[in-house]
Nanobody, 115 residues
Framework: QVQLVESGGGLVQPGGSLRLSCAAS????????MGWYRQAPGKQRELVGT???????NYADSVKGRFTISRDNAKNTVYLQMNSLEPEDTAVYYC?????????WGQGTQVTVSS
């Protein structure tokens, strides 16, 4: 059973930065393309970006140029660096495989962008 634990969220002012981490209980990043997702209040969960096992990344238009996904295979951890944050980025952020695997959903980490 794989567990994914997200961390690093918090309250940040518009224009600020945060780095989220997603730690896996065992090595899966060389198997799956991994994704960062987010769900804002009253909205459906959306895919923010992905990183393949080969390290290629892809991003939603809404975050392109501001967010960067990376990974450290030795630490079984995937990161989401978020810069130039906007109030519209406020959401609970999750990591999962892409496409998502239902049993891998974790608790997520809350990101709130507000002055």
């Amino acid at each position: 059973q794989v567990q994914l634990v997200e961390s690093g969220g918090g309250l940040v002012q518009p224009g600020g930065s945060l780095r989220l981490s997603c730690a896996a209980s065992r090595s899966i990043f060389n198997i799956y393309t991994m994704g960062w997702y987010r769900q804002a209040p009253g909205k459906q969960r959306e895919l923010v970006g992905t990183i393949t096992s080969g390290g290629s990344t892809n991003y939603a238009d809404s975050v392109k140029g501001r967010f960067t996904i990376s990974r450290d295979n030795a630490k079984n951890t995937v990161y989401l660096q978020m810069n130039s944050l906007e109030p519209e980025d406020t959401a609970v952020y999750y990591c999962n495989a892409a496409p998502a695997i239902y049993k891998y959903w974790g608790q997520g980490t809350q990101v709130t962008v507000s002055s």
